[in-house]
């Protein structure tokens, strides 16, 4: 049985670095899962756009396709625009069954590739009891997304950081946190030693690049997730759940 398509659905940017790291991506996980065909679709500004994928792929041999959203948390894109586009394509293509995996995080695998980058950019297991760490991710109003980002600061502050700070690459929002810069300044003014930033965004694009501006007060900056191996694995991971997911209600009628 011919296992359903891998539909990759990234948000986009004018920027060319966000579209080569996740091509880049998708293209590890097809070295993991030789066979598994994987196509990926843009919500904007890079082509191609996810109706004309899923058009593409209704007008041919797939029958079934699992989106995943290349989302950290399940905020407005997870809610509202991704399932939008999906179900338009549903009433558009009847016959191409259209599933949806979950949002990336939270995972572990997402601290581990944390973890690595920071590894990457110098970070050795000693430094931490005397690393201030700031989580900086772009940024959201939405309550859920930010219960998520406090949640993963939380479990970090428990691997022996000495302390971890929450923090938003846009302005501060009603509910958020404070900028980078204002989490590095307030770890400085704490009397911490050594202060990380660690970006908890996928690629590089204008939010990335506000959070490496306001890490230049800090001492190490660790780079986007981008292509690592447990992200990857992470897309699998939701893959299989989806696909798992799917298959129940046939078992249980069967």
Request: with cysteine; glycine share 8%.
């Amino acid at each position: 049985m011919t296992a359903p398509v891998l539909l990759v659905i990234a948000h986009g940017s004018r920027d060319p670095r966000h579209a080569a790291t996740v091509h880049a991506l998708t293209a590890r996980v097809r070295s993991l899962r030789p066979g598994l065909r994987v196509e990926t679709g843009f919500l904007d500004f890079n082509a191609p756009s996810v109706p004309r994928v899923l058009e593409r792929l209704g007008t041919k041999a797939a029958q079934e396709v699992i989106a995943l959203p290349l989302l950290l948390t399940r905020a407005f894109h997870a809610k509202s625009d991704i399932p939008t586009v999906l179900h338009e394509a549903r009433t558009r293509l009847p016959r191409l069954r259209v599933g949806q995996a979950e949002v990336l995080g939270p995972s572990p695998l997402l601290n581990s590739a944390l973890e690595r980058r920071l590894r990457e950019a110098g970070i050795r297991p000693g430094d931490r009891s005397s690393t201030g760490l700031v989580l900086a991710s772009a940024g959201s109003t939405d309550p859920e997304a930010i219960a998520v980002i406090a949640e993963i600061a939380r479990e970090l502050r428990h691997t022996g950081w000495c302390s971890v700070r929450p923090a938003f690459a846009s302005a501060t929002s009603p509910g958020g946190f404070p900028r980078t810069e204002d989490a590095v300044r307030a770890l400085r003014a704490e009397g911490v030693r050594r202060v990380a930033v660690a970006p908890y965004v996928i690629a590089p694009g204008r939010l990335p690049d506000r959070i490496a501006e306001g890490a230049a007060g800090a001492d190490v900056l660790a780079d986007v997730l981008g292509p690592a191996p447990e992200l990857a694995r992470l897309l699998l991971t939701r893959y299989d759940e989806a696909r798992g997911a799917a298959a129940r209600p046939a078992a249980l009628t069967a």
